[in-house]
Nanobody, 124 residues
């Protein structure tokens, strides 16, 4: 069974850093395009960063220069390094995997597999 499990969330003060990790198992191919999404209370889910099998990345404008996405195809893991965190980064963060290797979509409809989420809270 396909499974994505996130870890690394927590609480941090503004300006701090966190590193999120996602482990994929089952039929999820480590070479698939993967992404991080987030959803804050009362807001729509938004794509934060994506990376495909060619290591092409794309970021939400508000996180450019602060967040960095990386993946290890052999280990089927996906990471998100988050630096200079701001209170507006507070949200539930989700790992997602597409069923194709290419592209750079940040639309949630373009992802097939989803994790349960990990909470990130940034205090001012």
């Amino acid at each position: 069974q396909e499974k994505l499990v996130e870890s690394g969330g927590g609480s941090v003060q503004a300006g701090g850093s966190l590193r999120l990790s996602c482990a994929a198992s089952g039929y999820i191919d480590g070479g698939y395009r993967m992404a991080w999404f987030r959803q804050a209370p009362g807001k729509r889910r938004e794509g934060v960063a994506t990376i495909n099998t060619y290591d092409t990345t794309r970021y939400l404008d508000s996180v450019k220069g602060r967040f960095s996405i990386s993946k290890d195809n052999a280990k089927n893991t996906l990471d998100l390094q988050m630096n200079s965190l701001k209170p507006e980064d507070t949200a539930m963060y989700y790992c997602a995997s597409a069923s194709i290797r290419s592209g750079d979509s940040l639309r949630d409809v373009d992802y097939k597999y989803w994790g349960q989420g990990t909470q990130v809270t940034v205090s001012s």
